[in-house]
């Protein structure tokens, strides 16, 4: 089992920037990847980005390309999401996640149920 808590959320205005911190506990060893998603009310859970926790390449969603930068501490078992230039359609429930299922293409890690831990959430809200 692996367990996820996010944080890093909150109120911001448009423009401005946040970092969502996801801690990673338990058999973390056993994570191929981990993710960061996010929900709007009333939609479906959205891919944001994507990062191998051994070798560190990354998969982004084109609508936060350049925008956010996903990053990992291995030491520290710790899940980053650096997010710039927030808009308001930003806002959202964010989650991480993480997968120990292998799939030998990047790509197959931007689905939903590609991911067998979640964490909690952290809402972030983003003010015009």
């Known amino acids: 089992q692996v367990q996820l808590v996010e944080s890093g959320g909150g109120l911001v205005q448009a423009g401005g920037s946040l970092r969502l911190s996801c801690a990673a506990s338990?058999?973390?060893?056993?994570?191929?990847?981990m993710g960061w998603f996010r929900q709007a009310p009333g939609k479906e859970r959205e891919f944001l980005a994507t990062i191998m926790w051994i070798g560190g390449s990354t998969y982004y969603a084109d609508s936060v390309k350049g925008r956010f930068t996903i990053s990992r501490d291995n030491a520290k078992n710790t899940l980053y999401l650096q997010m710039n230039s927030l808009k308001p359609e930003d806002t959202a429930v964010y989650y991480c996640?993480?997968?120990?299922?292998?799939?030998?293409?990047?790509?197959?890690?931007?689905?939903?149920?590609?991911?067998?831990?979640w964490g909690q959430g952290t809402q972030v809200t983003v003010s015009s």
């Open positions: 338990g058999r973390t060893a056993s994570s191929y990847a």
């Open positions: 996640a993480a997968t120990s299922r292998y799939y030998s293409r990047n790509y197959s890690y931007t689905a939903v149920n590609s991911y067998n831990y």
